[in-house]
């Protein structure tokens, strides 16, 4: 992704767009996961 | 009387000691060498690279995987989790040796070695980072030969300073993990001075959170490592306790190291986006990057997650030697083989033999006195007299 920027705001809107995308990928994938990680704990009920 | 002598020079010379001797024999040599030569004498450092394997082994690689200490004792004292208890002692022990041969190590790479007390007592450089990791280590290490030495007074017998000085627990481990988040993160804010230096896929202002993240899942890793080794070699050592609570402690280590493992290639991935670096991913560097990022932790996370799941010890123990592999990659990358990308073959930095050959006779200290302490103070199994000590 060669990109050409004239102004720094250009430059971070581009890289800030794509982090944003990004972290909202992590944001789901994570506790997904998470969640396959813990998937064969044994279920500890506290109520 | 010739029969029990010959059987105590059998026992003296078996493989582990001969080996090891050899290797202490000829660390010794170079130490004089090195010593009385000069670092041109032992070493194949330059003004292009000043900082060779002693720094990117014995030093970035030695602070990160004596990680576990930290990362044990908050577990166990700040988190609560007491089921992790029988691994603390190993952990501090492995830290303490740990840090302890960071600064030995160090005394062979810096000029005048007897000045390493002067910026923490004489002249501190309080706007410099290496400064920062100097007094860190110095503290943390105080702090760790404090927190191991219970399990020496134990031994000796001296119960009063014992009980005293195991009530600091707590506090000790909240000052210990307030310096390793100091000292493992300056560590790699050290490269944020070389830009230039570094190339751009390893380069990023997040580097000290990188350092600082890779750190914790190094620690866990060793933990899971030295306990694999403690189980093979050690395993008469143990107590019950330890035998019971070993297999739960891997299993909640490889679950915590494999999600902040991933959550550690996340904040990777979003370091590229941030400097816009996504380019150099098509070259060979990007190549060897993916390497590193994809095949030593995205991978060995995964192995982690399976042997969670599964409890599987023996995933778990092939993703911590995977993930160890790992780090060590990380910090040679950042110091050695990403660092100086753009110099000429010919000016790029390769370690001596002899160079080599310290870092192996330095690490071979350590193992021979966590053996000698592991064998004969309380570590592995818990002191009959303080037996339900918590």
Do not use: C, E, N
């Given at each position: 992704m060669e990109n050409v920027f004239y102004s720094l705001q250009a430059y971070m809107l581009c890289t800030k767009s794509i982090t944003y995308i990004i972290m909202g990928l992590l944001l789901v994938l994570l506790p997904l996961f998470w969640i396959f990680l813990t998937g064969r704990d044994e279920k500890k009920r506290t109520f | 009387m010739s029969e029990e002598t010959s059987q105590k020079d059998k026992t003296l010379f078996t493989p582990f000691n001969v080996v090891t001797g050899i290797i202490i024999l000829v660390g010794l040599v170079l130490t004089v060498l090195r010593f009385t030569g000069g670092l041109g004498a032992v070493t194949n450092l330059d003004d292009n690279n000043p900082w060779g394997i002693w720094i990117g082994f014995d030093l970035l690689c030695g602070v990160a995987l004596a990680a576990g200490g930290y990362t044990t004792s908050a577990a166990c004292y700040i988190f609560g989790l007491k089921r992790f208890h029988s691994a603390v002692r190993p952990a501090i022990l492995t830290a303490f040796l740990g840090y302890a041969l960071v600064v030995f190590a160090l005394h062979y790479d810096v000029?005048?070695?007897?000045?390493?007390?002067y910026p923490v007592?004489?002249?501190?450089?309080?706007?410099s980072l290496l400064y920062e990791v100097g007094l860190c280590v110095f503290l943390y290490l105080s702090v760790l030969a404090i927190e191991f030495s219970p399990a020496a007074l134990e031994w000796l017998g001296l119960a009063k300073i014992r009980n005293i000085i195991v009530r600091l627990t707590l506090v000790l481990t909240i000052f210990g993990v307030i310096l390793s988040t100091l000292h493992q993160s300056s560590l790699g804010a050290l490269?944020?001075?070389a830009p230039s230096k570094l190339h751009p896929l390893w380069y990023s202002s997040y580097l000290a959170v990188y350092f600082f993240i890779s750190s914790i899942f190094a620690g866990l890793s060793m933990v899971i490592f030295e306990g694999t080794l403690a189980h093979k070699?050690?395993?008469?050592?143990?107590?019950d306790t330890h035998r019971k609570e070993s297999p739960g402690v891997v299993t909640a280590f490889s679950k915590a190291a494999a999600f902040v493992m991933m959550g550690y290639v996340g904040i990777k991935i979003v370091g590229v986006a941030m400097d816009n670096n996504w380019h150099y991913l098509a070259t060979g560097w990007g190549a060897w990057f993916l390497l590193e990022l994809v095949g030593f932790v995205a991978l060995p996370a995964f192995l982690y997650a399976i042997a969670a799941r599964e409890k599987s010890l023996m995933a778990a123990r092939c993703a911590a030697v995977w993930t160890v592999l790992g780090i060590i990659l990380n910090r040679f990358n950042i110091s050695l083989v990403a660092f100086n990308w753009q110099l000429p073959a010919a000016e790029r930095y390769f370690p001596s033999w002899m160079e080599i050959a310290t870092s192996i006779f330095i690490v071979t200290v350590g193992v021979v006195v966590y053996r000698f302490i592991a064998t004969r103070m309380p570590i592995l199994h818990a002191h009959p007299d303080y037996q339900h000590d918590h």
């Open positions: - | 000029g005048r070695p007897w000045r390493l007390p007592f004489w002249s501190p450089g309080t706007t490269f944020l001075v070699f050690l395993h008469d050592k143990m107590d």
